[in-house]
């Protein structure tokens, strides 16, 4: 279970990245299949080539980020549909990836990695690491929410709700796409690095499925803790991360006859269920009365501040 822990805050980056586009940017990217490997690879082969770790795990990162601007380049650009052009960027890293790595799978036992102290001293899937990547996860969440309290952030956030509102007010709105996309998958590569570090080895198709991993942790975690204000919903993408891998590990566990090969059907209804579930009288009633208890908490604030105010005249 605590294996399954680490893997969720490992995997919580990249439903970051996922979060950052299917919910901020309201575009489904697809490239994150490919990026995930790229990171993953890049850093692989740096670490084999005797980069230290962290800059062989940073230079995964710019690869991904990358990746994404080409994606957000074929749509503001060449104007190509945005599924479209996640898919033609995902198919070109495919070859790309195997170009990098030289073969299909690189192994990292015995190459010093960010997780070799770690794993030394015996503590992966121990509180040890848990504590470890969650703190690796809670830096970049809080990394991920003050950047979208700037008005960068702020650009892309509006660019994604109203991209005709957005450049009345002076937005590049094509600029913010490609920022958010190269971000987004950034986040996915650095993912991907850490996962290939913590798993011992990087493999050609460890990216296949990441796009429904990443939306089952984002829908999951904003339908159990909420999708507003934004911290919320950032915290609740790690959250949920955790929870779909907890949930796929106690899936897994259960001796009703699933095996390790059955994780992507588990993967889809998860999915399913967190997009259905939402739709029932009860939950419609709990969202309702939750959205009415944060509307007056602001109502609240908004009174105290105008108090303050005159008391202060």
């Known amino acids: 279970m605590l294996a399954a822990v680490d893997l969720g805050l490992i995997y919580a980056l990249m439903a970051l990245g996922v979060y950052l586009t299917f919910r901020i940017l309201d575009f489904a990217d697809?490239?994150?299949d490919g990026s995930l490997v790229t990171g993953g690879a890049v850093a692989s082969v740096g670490i084999l080539s005797g980069w230290p770790a962290w800059l062989a795990t940073g230079a995964g990162f710019v690869t991904g980020c990358a990746a994404g601007a080409v994606t957000g380049l074929l749509n503001t650009v060449g104007k190509i549909n945005p599924l479209l052009a996640g898919i033609l960027t995902q198919i070109a890293l495919y070859s790309i990836n195997l170009r990098i790595m030289g073969?299909?799978?690189?192994?990292?036992?015995?190459?010093?990695?960010?997780?070799?102290?770690?794993r030394d001293a015996g503590l992966l899937a121990t509180w040890a690491s848990v504590g470890v990547f969650?703190?690796?996860?809670?830096?970049?969440?809080?990394?991920?929410i003050w950047f979208l309290t700037t008005n960068i952030g702020l650009g892309i956030q509006a660019g994604g709700n109203n991209a005709v509102m957005a450049r009345s007010f002076g937005v590049h709105t094509s600029a913010m796409v490609i920022l958010g996309l190269a971000l987004s998958n950034g986040l996915v590569a650095v993912s991907g690095a850490l996962l290939a570090q913590y798993q011992g080895f990087a493999d050609i198709s460890m990216g296949i499925g990441t796009i429904v991993v990443g939306l089952a942790s984002v829908i999951i975690g904003q339908a159990v803790f909420g999708a507003l204000p934004v911290w919320r919903a950032v915290l609740a993408v790690v959250a949920g991360s955790v929870l779909y891998r907890f949930v796929i590990?106690?899936?897994?566990?259960?001796?009703?006859?699933?095996?390790?090969?059955?994780?992507?059907?588990?993967s889809a209804v998860l999915v399913?269920?967190?997009l259905l579930l939402p739709k029932l009288r009860f939950f419609q009633r709990f969202a309702h009365s939750r959205a009415e208890k944060e509307l007056a908490k602001q109502v609240l604030a908004a009174d105290l501040a105008a108090v303050r105010s005159e008391v202060s005249r």
């Open 103 to 118: 073969k299909a799978n690189l192994g990292l036992l015995r190459a010093d990695t960010l997780l070799s102290g770690l």
């Open 249 to 266: 590990q106690v899936a897994l566990d259960l001796d009703i006859g699933l095996e390790p090969s059955d994780m992507k059907i588990i």
């Open 272 to 274: 399913i269920a967190a």
């Open 134 to 144: 969650a703190l690796v996860a809670g830096v970049f969440a809080a990394g991920l």
């Open 30 to 32: 697809l490239t994150v």
